[in-house]
């Protein structure tokens, strides 16, 4: 069972638009968010977290937005530009025991120039 | 500083023959984890280790795969004998200390083809 869920596979977004990547989770126990960029032929690469107790957390043109009574996570970026075509994963953990992360199945965002 | 390091990059190998996947963590990171990246499943965690420690391998497929990590510098991801099944992109990450809300540090990954 998926308890990480990226239900769009694919979005495009024009250059200096509002990307808004979205996360959905099962597991009430998860309390610690990631959001993972990730390029061909190359490893995922950390971009931002956040954890239960927050509702937002701001990087520069990476925001993460959680609502936990919906269980549902965004990334928003903003403006978009063309460097950030990638597929991004969502991510979750938990530290009641359990130390690993459970990622989605990721979204392809494609920049038009 | 050099990041995660995985070998080799692309492995085409024959069904039932054995394959064997390296990584090389980022010096003082305690904690390392094999991933398997699929179209259909995305990442899944196969198995981490805490201070060379195995904690959790209940995302291991079968009996086929094993891992060792005989310090901290290195591990193995094994796959013996392998199937077409087994064909994905292997990921090596590695953090430092053993807390979740850490972030993991990926290698670029393994590219694996069993004909």
């Known amino acids: 069972d998926q308890q990480v869920k990226q239900n769009s596979p694919s979005l495009s977004v024009q250059e200096g638009r509002i990307s808004i990547l979205n996360c959905d989770y099962t597991n009430s126990m998860f309390d610690y968010f990631l959001w993972y960029k990730k390029y061909p032929a190359e490893g995922p690469t950390f971009l931002i977290s956040?954890?239960?107790?927050?509702d937002k957390n701001e990087d520069g043109r990476f925001t993460v937005f959680l609502n936990k009574s919906a269980k549902h996570l965004s990334l928003h970026i903003v403006p978009s530009q063309p460097g950030d075509s990638a597929v991004y994963f969502c991510a979750a953990s938990s530290n009641f025991g359990n130390e690993k992360l459970t990622f989605g199945t990721g979204t392809r965002l494609t920049i038009i120039p | 500083d050099a990041g995660v390091i995985q070998s080799p990059r692309h492995e085409v190998t024959e069904m039932g023959q054995e394959v064997t996947l390296r990584c090389k963590p980022i010096?003082?990171?305690?904690?390392l984890f094999w991933y398997r990246q699929t179209m259909m499943r995305g990442l899944e965690l196969l198995i981490y280790f805490n201070n060379n420690v195995p904690i959790d391998d209940s995302g291991m497929p079968e009996d086929r795969f094993s891992a060792k990590m005989p310090n901290a510098s290195f591990s193995t991801l094994k796959i013996q004998p392998s199937e077409p099944r087994d064909s994905a992109v292997y990921f090596c990450?590695?953090?430092?200390?053993?807390?979740?809300?850490?972030?993991?540090?990926f290698g670029d990954g393994t590219r694996l083809s069993i004909l």
């Open positions: 990450a590695s953090r430092k200390g053993t807390l979740s809300n850490q972030p993991q540090h």
């Open positions: 956040i954890s239960s107790i927050k």
């Open positions: 010096s003082g990171h305690n904690s």
